[in-house]
C-alpha cells in the first residue's frame, strides 16, 4: 500500500532564504508525482507535475526532483517570498487504475518579512 | 483554457439535512472528474470518482452519493448529513485518456458545516 510522507510538518523562515521540503513514497512503482499549494481555506494549486522519466521539472523559482529508486522528491524554493507562506502538498498515484492520488500531510510553510 | 468551478462555497447544514454541492468543469471534454475530502488532520480522501456520463465510482462507503448528469457536471448528494459529513470537499478533474499520467487540477472547494 502507497505511503507518503512529508517532513517536516512545518517550516518558519526569513525571507530571502533557499529552503527545502521533502517528500517520500513506499512504493517506487509510481507513474509521476505532483506537487501542490494550498492556502488556508481555498482549494489546491497544481506547482509541478514530475513523469517518472523525468528527474526534475522547474517553475519559476520552484524546482522538483524525483528519485525513485529511493522513494523521494524534494521541492526546492529559490530566494522565499512572503507570498510563497502556504501548505505544500505532495502526491501520488494509487495503484489502482482509478487515477486517485495518495496525499502526504503536508509541510506548512511561513516565510517572514 | 480549462476551469473548474465549484458552489456553494461555504454551508452550515443542520443533521439529517440533505446535501447538494455542485462542480463544473470548462474548456474541455470527457473529463475524469474527482470528489476528495480534506478533513483536519486526516489529509485528502479520494471519495468518488467518474470516467463518463452517469459512471460514478465509490472509493469508501459512506452517507454521500455522487452523479454525473452531464459531461461536465459532477454533484455531491446526502440525503441526510451526519456530523461526521463535516469537512473540506474538492472537486477535481484530469484529461481525457490520462487517469494514470496526467496532472490533476482542483476546485475552489466547498466548506461544509453540519450542526
Known amino acids: 500500500k502507497q505511503e507518503v510522507t512529508q517532513i517536516p510538518a512545518a517550516l518558519s523562515v526569513p525571507e530571502g532564504e533557499n529552503l527545502v521540503l521533502n517528500c517520500s513514497f513506499t512504493?517506487?512503482?509510481?507513474?509521476?508525482l505532483q506537487w501542490f499549494r494550498q492556502d488556508p481555506g481555498k482549494g489546491l494549486t497544481s506547482l509541478l507535475l514530475i513523469q517518472s522519466s523525468q528527474r526534475e521539472q522547474t517553475s519559476g523559482r520552484l524546482n522538483a526532483s524525483l528519485d525513485k529508486s529511493s522513494g523521494r522528491s524534494t521541492l526546492y524554493i529559490a530566494a522565499s517570498q512572503p507570498g510563497d507562506s502556504a501548505t505544500y502538498l505532495c502526491?501520488?498515484?494509487?495503484?489502482?487504475?482509478?487515477?486517485?492520488?495518495?496525499f502526504g500531510q503536508g509541510t506548512t510553510l511561513q516565510v517572514k518579512p | 483554457s480549462q476551469t473548474i468551478h465549484q458552489w456553494p462555497a461555504t454551508l452550515v447544514q443542520p443533521v439529517g439535512s440533505p446535501l447538494s454541492l455542485e462542480c463544473t468543469v470548462e474548456g474541455t471534454s470527457n473529463p475524469n472528474l474527482y470528489w476528495y475530502r480534506q478533513a483536519a488532520g486526516r489529509g485528502l480522501q479520494l471519495l468518488f470518482y467518474s470516467v463518463g456520463i452517469g459512471q460514478i465510482s465509490s472509493e469508501v462507503p459512506q452517507n454521500l452519493s455522487a452523479s454525473r448528469p452531464q459531461d461536465r457536471q459532477f454533484i455531491l448528494s446526502s440525503k441526510k448529513l451526519l456530523l461526521s459529513d463535516s469537512g473540506f470537499y474538492l472537486c477535481?478533474?484530469?484529461?481525457?485518456?490520462?487517469?494514470?499520467?496526467?496532472?490533476?487540477?482542483f476546485g475552489e472547494g466547498s466548506r461544509l458545516t453540519v450542526l
Open positions: 477535481a478533474w484530469k484529461m481525457v485518456g490520462t487517469v494514470n499520467t496526467g496532472e490533476l487540477f
Open positions: 512504493d517506487s512503482a509510481i507513474y509521476n
Open positions: 502526491a501520488v498515484p494509487g495503484s489502482s487504475n482509478t487515477g486517485k492520488l495518495i
